[in-house]
């Protein structure tokens, strides 16, 4: 097994920034993407950012440009910089794997974030 796990989480006021960060152990072998989603009370979960291993960056159309993602490759940590934060940005961010073959993707606890006046 891989064990995730958030850390950075936290109440910001609108415009403010956080950087959220995601410790990874065990063997990634197979990795195929790190990945930001998130989740807004009542809400379905979404995809927020993703990394490939070559280097490659997707993001969702409602963060592009005030988020960044990124990583510590030799120690997995996969980094989400948060900048800008608008109030819909509230939820809680889980970092994710998902791997090449049929392997079940690696999910972390979750962290809160919250933006507001």
């Known amino acids: 097994q891989v064990q995730l796990v958030e850390s950075g989480g936290g109440s910001v006021q609108p415009g403010g920034s956080l950087r959220l960060s995601c410790a990874a152990s065990g063997n990634v072998f197979g990795l195929n993407a790190m990945n930001w989603h998130r989740q807004a009370p009542g809400k379905q979960r979404e995809l927020v950012a993703s990394l490939t291993p070559g280097g490659t960056t997707n993001y969702a159309d409602s963060v592009k440009g005030r988020f960044t993602i990124s990583r510590e490759v030799a120690k997995y940590t996969v980094y989400l910089q948060m900048n800008n934060l608008k109030p819909e940005d509230t939820a809680v961010y889980y970092c994710?794997?998902?791997?090449?073959?049929?392997?079940?993707?690696?999910w972390g606890q979750g962290t809160q974030v919250t933006i507001s006046s």
């Open positions: 994710n794997f998902k791997y090449s073959q049929l392997r079940r993707d690696s």
